[in-house]
C-alpha cells in the first residue's frame, strides 16, 4: 500500500470511528438518563426497554433500506445525515413537554432510523480502503466507537444531568452531532469518491439485498450468528447489574463496575479478536471460538453465587465482555470480504437488518424466561447455549463450504 492509500485508509478508520461513537453516544443517552427521564414524564424507569426496542425498530428498518443510498451519496454523506437523523431525535427529546409521551416514541423511530445504516456505510468505505492484510482489524477497530460511546455516555451525561438538568445534557449532545457534521466534511468529496449520483433509489429494491443472503451460504451463515450473537450481547449488558444486584445480593456499585468491566472488555476484544483474525487464525474459526466461549460465560454466570470472590465475578463478567461484545467487527469484515463487488453497504444493511432483530428480540425473550422461572440465571445459561449452536452451525457450514471448493476443483480437474 503506497502512502496515498494508507493516508486514505487512516483518514477514513478516523472518519467513521468518530461518526460511530457519537452515534452509540446519542443512543444510550437514554438509557443513561431513564430515572430522570421518568421522572419528569411520570413513567417508570424500566419503560426505557420499550424505548430502546423502539430505537432498535427504526433501526432495522433503516439497515435494510440504506444500501442504494449509500451507493448514490457515499458512505460519508449518508453517515453525516444518520448524525443529524441522532441529533434530531435527542433534540426532540429535550424539547418534549412532560404531556408528549408519544413525542418520545417518535424521537425513538427517528434515532433508530440514524443508528440503522451507520455500520452499512461504514463498511462499504472500509471494504475499499482498509488493506486486505487488516480488514479484520480496521473493521473491529471502527467496532469499538459502539462502546467507547455507550461509555462516554455513562461517564459524561450523569454530571451534566446533575448540574444542568437532563434536558440541557440532551440539547449539548444535539449540539455535538453538529460538530461531528461539520468535522468530517472536509474529507467528504475524498472518501465519497465511488458514489453514483445517477444511481437509482426505488421502494422495490428494498429487499433485494435480502435476495443475496438467500443465494450466498457464506453470508447467510454469517447473518445467523450474528443474530445469535447480538441477542446474548445486549441482554449481557441489559441484565447483567439487575442479575449481580438482586440474584447476588450486590450493590449497585459493584454490579456497576462489573458492567464497566464487561464493556471495556469488549472493546478490547473487539480489538484482539480482529487481529487473531487476521494473524492466526480464519476469521470464521474465531467467530465459532468466540462464540463457544462467550456460551461458556454464560453458563459460568448463570452459576455464580454470592459466595464466589468478587475479583472472580470481574473476571467473568471481562471475559464475557471480550467474547459477547467483541465478535462484532471480525463478523463485519467477513460480510464485507464476501459480498459482491460494490455492494458491501448493502449486504452489510441486509445482515444488519438480521442482527438487530436479535438486539430487538433478545431483552424480551430473557425478560420472559426471567419472569417464568423467577431468576436471571435460567435467562444467561439459554443464551449461552444459543451462542454456542450458533458457533457450532457457522462450523459446520464452513466445512460444507471447503468440502463444496474441493468437488469443484476436482471436477475442473477432470474436465480439464
Not at 459466595?307 to 472472580?312: D, I, L, S, T
Not at 471448493?405 to 475442473?412: L, N
Request: charged share 10%; net charge positive.
Amino acid at each position: 500500500m503506497n502512502d496515498a492509500a494508507a493516508r486514505t485508509a487512516s483518514v477514513a478508520l478516523a472518519a467513521t470511528l468518530a461518526i460511530q461513537v457519537y452515534t452509540s453516544f446519542a443512543a444510550t443517552a437514554t438509557a443513561v438518563l431513564a430515572p430522570e427521564l421518568a421522572r419528569d414524564f411520570g413513567v417508570q424507569a424500566s419503560y426505557v426497554g420499550l424505548f430502546v426496542g423502539i430505537v432498535y425498530a427504526g433501526a432495522m428498518a433503516a439497515s435494510l433500506a440504506c444500501g442504494s443510498f449509500i451507493e448514490r451519496y457515499g458512505s460519508i454523506r449518508v453517515s453525516q445525515v444518520c448524525v443529524v437523523f441522532c441529533a434530531l431525535g435527542v433534540a426532540a427529546m429535550a424539547l418534549a413537554p412532560a404531556s408528549a409521551m408519544s413525542l418520545l416514541a417518535l424521537a425513538a423511530v427517528v434515532i433508530g432510523i440514524g443508528y440503522g445504516p451507520i455500520t452499512p456505510a461504514s463498511s462499504q468505505l472500509l471494504q475499499r480502503t482498509a488493506p486486505p492484510s487488516r480488514m479484520a482489524l480496521t473493521f473491529s477497530i471502527k467496532q469499538t466507537g459502539v462502546p467507547a460511546g455507550a461509555a462516554l455516555s455513562g461517564a459524561l451525561l450523569p454530571a451534566l444531568a446533575l448540574a444542568s438538568g437532563w434536558r440541557v445534557a440532551f440539547a449539548l449532545v444535539a449540539l455535538v452531532g453538529i460538530v461531528v457534521v461539520a468535522a468530517s466534511q472536509p474529507v467528504r468529496s475524498g472518501l465519497d469518491a465511488d458514489r453514483r449520483p445517477r444511481g437509482r433509489v426505488a421502494l422495490r429494491d428494498l429487499f433485494a439485498p435480502l435476495a443475496i443472503l438467500r443465494t450466498s451460504r457464506a453470508l447467510r451463515d454469517l447473518a445467523l450468528v450474528s443474530l445469535a450473537y447480538s441477542a446474548t450481547q445486549v441482554c449481557l449488558t441489559s441484565f447483567l447489574v439487575v442479575h449481580l444486584t438482586e440474584g447476588l445480593a450486590y450493590t449497585l456499585v459493584a454490579a456497576g463496575l462489573a458492567l464497566t468491566a464487561a464493556t471495556l472488555g469488549g472493546v478490547a476484544g473487539r480489538i484482539g479478536w480482529g487481529y487473531v483474525a487476521d494473524r492466526w487464525l480464519a476469521p470464521r474459526h474465531v467467530l465459532a471460538l468466540v462464540g463457544m466461549l462467550a456460551g461458556v460465560c454464560g453458563l459460568a454466570t448463570a452459576l455464580a453465587t454470592a459466595r464466589w470472590p468478587g475479583a472472580a465475578v470481574i473476571a467473568l463478567a471481562a471475559v464475557f465482555g471480550a467474547t459477547a461484545i467483541g465478535w462484532n467487527g471480525v463478523q463485519l469484515s467477513e460480510v464485507a470480504r464476501h459480498a459482491p463487488p460494490g455492494s458491501a453497504g448493502k449486504v452489510t444493511g441486509a445482515t444488519g437488518f438480521v442482527t438487530f432483530a436479535g438486539v430487538v428480540v433478545g431483552p424480551p425473550v430473557f425478560a420472559l424466561l426471567s419472569s417464568v422461572t423467577g431468576s436471571y440465571r435460567v435467562g444467561f445459561a439459554v443464551f449461552g447455549a444459543a451462542s454456542v449452536v450458533a458457533a457450532l452451525g457457522l462450523l459446520a457450514g464452513a466445512r460444507g463450504q471447503d468440502r463444496g471448493a474441493r468437488a469443484r476443483a476436482s471436477r475442473a480437474r477432470d474436465a480439464g
